[in-house]
């Protein structure tokens, strides 16, 4: 029997109470964070996030996994990514966790967010999905040079249905429920034992897992927020960092320009969505 079988034969579905407007806590069964404890800019602005939405007392904090030697992968950097989200995918199948929120350190909550909370999950509560984007970037192919591209807004939804061979990014702010996790898990785990480049998928970057198993799964559904209820905190990549990031001359004045951006994209969505009324009907 397979590890994706015997989750379905001792797990049980249990529907969140809805007596009262459901925040996060009440729809999730586990809210996880992976966060590395030297990037101390992110760290604090992760826990500023989790105190907006509050969060304080009920978020599973992953210390992220790293790694000396890549193996496989492409950076052990890459590597260290994979196995956290793994990891953590892992658990929550062996504790047969029914939905699952996933953040990582970087992640920005738009003012929306927090206004509509409740609209937000209500929608998500009443939609089929496996797979639920609430921050994330789609782009043209799969190519690393593909271009930026607009996912369609659904009137009066938080929420579109995304194609599934549509290439998405940027896996900072995401959920996962029910057959998705233990089929997630299991795809995973056998591509660590493929070489990389494999055609049916060896080791890669994470959001290339998110994208092969929709691609190889066309049942698995995927819906992302549009506009996003969530983006990435302009800092160093961990993953990928720039040119200019390694000389000392230069980085400094790249963490203002940071900064000032990042100050800008939080004030301009406060004006946007900070002063509408809460859980205002989606327009």
């Known amino acids: 029997m397979s590890f994706f079988d015997n989750y379905f034969q001792q797990s049980t579905v249990v529907l969140p109470h809805r007596s009262k407007p459901m925040n996060f806590t009440d729809y999730f069964d586990r809210i996880a964070i992976v966060y590395l404890p030297e990037r101390?800019?992110?760290?604090k602005?992760?826990?500023?996030?989790?105190?907006?939405?509050?969060?304080e007392d009920?978020?599973?904090?992953?210390?992220?996994?790293?790694f000396n030697q890549a193996g496989q992968f492409p950076k052990a950097s890459v590597r260290g990514c994979v196995m956290s989200n793994y990891e953590l995918l892992r658990q929550a199948a062996q504790d047969k966790v029914e939905r699952l929120l996933l953040f990582q350190e970087d992640c920005v909550l738009s003012q929306r967010l927090i206004r509509q909370e409740h609209s937000i999950l209500e929608e998500l509560a009443n939609r089929n999905w496996d797979f639920a984007y609430l921050g994330c970037q789609a782009y043209s192919n799969d190519e690393p040079s593909s271009k930026k591209v607009s996912?369609?807004?659904?009137?009066?939804?938080?929420?579109?249905?995304?194609?599934?061979?549509?290439?998405?990014?940027?896996t900072h702010f995401w959920a996962c429920q029910g057959k998705a996790i233990p089929k997630l898990v299991e795809f995973m785990e056998a591509s660590f034992e493929r070489p990389m480049n494999h055609p049916d998928c060896g080791p890669t970057y994470f959001d290339g897992y998110m994208n092969e198993i929709r691609y190889r799964h066309p049942d698995l559904v995927t819906l992302a927020a549009v506009p996003n209820l969530g983006w990435p905190l302009s800092?160093?990549?961990?993953?990928?960092?720039?040119?200019?990031d390694g000389i000392p001359a230069v980085s400094p004045a790249l963490q203002v320009v940071r900064g000032a951006k990042n100050f800008c994209l939080e004030t301009a969505d406060f004006v946007r969505h900070g002063l509408a009324p809460k859980d205002e009907q989606v327009s």
């Not at 009920?58 to 790293?66: D, E, I, P």
């Not at 996912?151 to 940027?170: D, G, K, T």
């Not at 800092?235 to 200019?244: A, D, K, Q, T």
């Open 235 to 244: 800092s160093v990549s961990n993953l990928n960092p720039g040119r200019l």
């Open 151 to 170: 996912i369609n807004a659904v009137p009066n939804r938080f929420f579109s249905q995304v194609n599934v061979r549509q290439n998405i990014r940027e």
């Open 58 to 66: 009920n978020v599973h904090w992953f210390k992220g996994l790293k």
């Open 40 to 43: 101390r800019r992110r760290f």
């Open 45 to 55: 602005s992760i826990q500023r996030q989790v105190q907006r939405l509050g969060l």
